[in-house]
């Protein structure tokens, strides 16, 4: 396997050594733009499949504000999260690293979490706050600790409710009228329309569409006569992969039934799995829509205002989502619907719209990236790399050609550190779904996963003859090289990353 031109990575017991110099020692790549500093506008969504736009060429959803950023930016179409799980992506996507190194390796939106970000390591925000930027935060949060960074906050707490939600406003709590998509709008809008001078820096960040997908009334009707294609894999035997066959209760007939009061009775085993999955997915793609309709009021306020031409605008999610492939509603595993993202970036001074990025970027990427545009340098300890050059059309030498994922719930360190935190020592600390952990690497056109936590147990994909993920061809003769040479890239790449374990 061909090795990456990056420099070593910091484990996280290093990156808070050399971060306890203070933050401006720690300053040591230079961004800067040509122009002025542009105002970041980061748009995220909480479980969006990467492909659930219309110009990612989804065949039902149409998503026009989406396409717009698409048509008149970047899209990237080979994103990744490093970690499938809400908590860690966000924390990812805050601190630029790894969850070994930040310290949220599971969900940890409760107040009794076992688990912290690390209060040692810089956030994109925090450093944009310190270099003059006004900072704001609106929408879901899903990390147990208060915001810091921000100048101001109204967040939901923990996953929120879609009707009627309480938001903690700057550490209050109120209580809001109307539906949290509308709301987290009004929001942001209200903080654009009282901008000062200077730069802004806004994280607008949704609840949808997560889980339960509830809609607001006015498109709870969409698609009502449509009867939704399924996944080519949704009747999947999980013939050559035992560990997606023991992933029982992430099926649509074992667990979603509760989701449902109006689910009809005497339905056939058959009748009801059908139902729940119709009902499941419009209602998905439906809080999309209502992402979008959103997405467009302010999107039409930059034009309106004069902001837009000097703002630069990245839209993604924190992780994939499974809607009925390989049966499964959810995400954690290293499979392409739960580990891809979507990805598009707007910034009118680049002048190069319409373009379709291929090679692959991160979320620990995007700390870095707006770093980068706004002229702050980028601390060491952030293990992404500014995705700039790609944006701007120039060579960017050594550029990754495999990604690394790790995911670690339910993993004996995980359970281990939850125990030393719980009172009652007989508590059983499994998350649900009960996935097991597991990493991997990805090429352009191989997938190694390794399920550390089942006795060696590993699993090879060819994603070009095989995009679907249904044929391990660990279980085949004839591949021994090559899961050799794919062994090698995922070490290089631990050590790279600074995991261990």
Request: proline share 7%.
């Amino acid at each position: 396997m061909q090795a990456l031109n990056e420099s070593a990575g910091t484990s996280r017991r290093q990156a808070v050594r050399c971060l306890a110099g203070g933050a401006a020692a720690l300053l040591t790549r230079c961004g800067g733009t040509d122009g002025p500093r542009p105002n970041i506008l980061l748009v995220m969504t909480d479980d969006q499949q990467h492909g659930q736009m219309s110009c990612a060429g989804h065949p039902l959803l149409r998503t026009p504000h989406m396409d717009r950023l698409a048509s008149e930016g970047a899209r990237f179409s080979n994103a990744f999260c490093t970690n499938s799980l809400c908590a860690p992506s966000r924390a990812s996507v805050l601190t630029g690293c790894y969850s070994h190194v930040h310290g949220i390796r599971g969900n940890s939106e409760k107040a009794d979490a076992v688990e912290a970000l690390d209060p040692d390591l810089p956030t994109f925000p925090q450093l944009l706050q310190q270099a003059g930027y006004r900072t704001g935060l609106f929408g879901k949060w899903h990390l147990r600790q208060q915001p810091r960074g921000f100048d101001e906050w109204k967040i939901l707490p923990g996953q929120g409710i879609y009707f009627d939600p309480e938001f903690l406003v700057n550490g209050e709590s109120t209580k809001q009228t109307g539906y949290a998509t509308d709301i987290t709008t009004d929001f942001a809008l209200d903080f654009l329309r009282r901008r000062k001078d200077g730069p802004f820096c806004m994280l607008y960040q949704h609840k949808a569409p997560h889980r339960p997908f509830t809609p607001a009334p006015r498109h709870a009707r969409m698609f009502e006569s449509v009867d939704w294609p399924k996944p080519s894999t949704y009747d999947d035997d999980y013939a050559t992969r035992r560990v997606a066959a023991e992933a029982r209760d992430m099926r649509f007939e074992q667990s979603l039934a509760g989701d449902y009061a109006d689910l009809p009775s005497g339905l056939s085993a058959e009748q009801r799995r059908e139902w729940i999955f119709q009902r499941f997915v419009k209602d998905h793609h439906r809080a999309v829509y209502g992402v979008d309709e959103n997405l467009g009021l302010v999107l039409d306020y930059l034009d309106s205002s004069g902001l837009a031409e000097d703002t630069l605008v990245l839209y993604t999610t924190d992780n994939g989502y499974f809607l009925g492939e390989h049966g499964w509603y959810d995400k954690r595993f290293m499979y392409e619907p739960a580990l891809r993202i979507p990805l598009l970036v707007r910034y009118p001074r680049l002048a190069r719209p319409g373009v379709v990025e291929q090679r692959p970027v991160l979320n620990v990427d995007i700390a870095p990236t707006l770093l980068d545009f706004a002229g702050v340098r980028v601390p060491e300890a952030m293990q992404g790399r500014s995705m700039r050059p790609l944006l701007e059309g120039e060579p960017a030498p050594g550029w990754r050609k495999s990604v690394f994922y790790s995911y670690y719930e339910n993993s004996w360190a995980f359970r281990e550190l939850a125990r030393e935190q719980m009172t009652d020592p007989s508590f059983q600390f499994w998350t649900p779904h009960r996935v097991g952990p597991h990493r991997g690497v990805r090429t352009d056109r191989y997938k190694l996963i390794e399920y550390y936590g089942e006795q060696d147990y590993w699993e090879l994909f060819d994603l070009q003859e095989d995009p679907d993920e249904l044929r391990n061809l660990c279980e085949e003769p004839g591949h021994g090289q090559l899961i050799e040479e794919l062994r090698s890239e995922l070490n290089r790449l631990r050590e790279r990353y600074g995991e261990r374990g």
